[in-house]
Nanobody
Framework: VQLQASGGGLVQAGGSLRLSCAAS????????MGWFRQPPGKEREFVAA????????NYADSVKGRFSISRDNAKSTVYLQMDNLKSEDTAVYLC??????????????????WGQGTKVTVSS
C-alpha cells in the first residue's frame, strides 16, 4: 500500500487542522490505520489509530479530547481532526498501516507501511 498524507501547515495555538491520508494499492479496509508524529529532535511517537471498520480507536494521552481519528473506506482515506492545538503538537505527522492481526499496537514497530509525512507547526 502507498500512503500520501496532506493537510499540514502553520496554525496558531488554539486553532484546528485536519490531516488526510490517502491510500492506494491493496484493499484499504483490510488495514488498521494509525497516525504518528515526530517532533523536531525527538523520537517518533504514537498519536492515534483506528480499526478496520472504524469501530474502535486508540489515542495517546497527550491528544485525548483534542484529536479525533476517522476513516472513510469508500474513499480509502483516514483523517486526523486536530482541535485546540498547542505548541507541543508541532511535528511531522505520518500515517501508517498494518494488516497483522486484529489489534492496535501503539508503537512504530506495530505498523508496516508509512507515508512521507506532513508538517504541522503551531505558533504560540
Amino acid at each position: 500500500v502507498q500512503l500520501q498524507a496532506s493537510g499540514g501547515g502553520l496554525v496558531q495555538a488554539g486553532g484546528s487542522l485536519r490531516l488526510s491520508c490517502a491510500a492506494s494499492g491493496r484493499t484499504f479496509r483490510s488495514y488498521i490505520m494509525g497516525w504518528f508524529r515526530q517532533p523536531p529532535g525527538k523520537e517518533r511517537e504514537f498519536v492515534a489509530a483506528i480499526m478496520r471498520r472504524g469501530w474502535l480507536t486508540n489515542y495517546a494521552d497527550s491528544v485525548k479530547g483534542r484529536f479525533s481519528i476517522s476513516r472513510d473506506n469508500a474513499k480509502s482515506t483516514v483523517y486526523l481532526q486536530m482541535d485546540n492545538l498547542k505548541s507541543e503538537d508541532t511535528a511531522v505527522y505520518l500515517c501508517a498501516a498494518h494488516t497483522r492481526g486484529d489489534f492496535i499496537q501503539p508503537t512504530p514497530t506495530g505498523f508496516d507501511y508509512w507515508g512521507q509525512g506532513t508538517k504541522v507547526t503551531v505558533s504560540s
